[in-house]
Nanobody, 112 residues
Framework: VQLQASGGGLVQPGGSLRLSCEAS????????MAWFRQAPGKQRELVAR???????NYADSVKGRFTISRDNAKNTVFLQMNSLKSEDMGVYYC???????WGQGTQVTVSS
C-alpha cells in the first residue's frame, strides 16, 4: 500500500499551496480518492473527495477556495488550496475513500 503525499509547507494567510498524492495503481485505479486533514487536538476531517469520473465533494469550510483533481494516467490526486486561512493548518492526508489506506501526511502551516 503506497500513498505518497507532498507539497505542504509554510504559507502566509491568503496564500496558496498545491498538494499532490501519488498512489500505487492498485489503490488509485477505479477508486474515489480523498484528502483529509487533522489539526492538533482535533479529529481528522474530510476536506474533499473525487470519484474516478471526476465528481467532487467538499467540506463547507473549503468550498470556493480548494479544488481537488486527479490525473488517472499518473495515479495522482491533487489539492489546490487558495486563500488559505489559519484554520486550514494541519497535517493533510490522502486516502482511498472507504479504506484504511493512508499516506504519511504533509504538514500545512498558515502563519504570517
Amino acid at each position: 500500500v503506497q500513498l505518497q503525499a507532498s507539497g505542504g509547507g509554510l504559507v502566509q494567510p491568503g496564500g496558496s499551496l498545491r498538494l499532490s498524492c501519488e498512489a500505487s495503481g492498485s489503490i488509485f485505479s477505479g477508486g474515489t480518492m480523498a484528502w483529509f486533514r487533522q489539526a492538533p487536538g482535533k479529529q481528522r476531517e474530510l476536506v474533499a473527495r473525487i470519484s474516478p469520473g471526476g465528481s467532487t465533494n467538499y467540506a463547507d469550510s473549503v468550498k470556493g477556495r480548494f479544488t481537488i483533481s486527479r490525473d488517472n494516467a499518473k495515479n495522482t490526486v491533487f489539492l489546490q488550496m487558495n486563500s488559505l486561512k489559519s484554520e486550514d493548518m494541519g497535517v493533510y492526508y490522502c486516502n482511498r475513500w472507504g479504506t484504511s489506506w493512508w499516506g504519511q501526511g504533509t504538514q500545512v502551516t498558515v502563519s504570517s
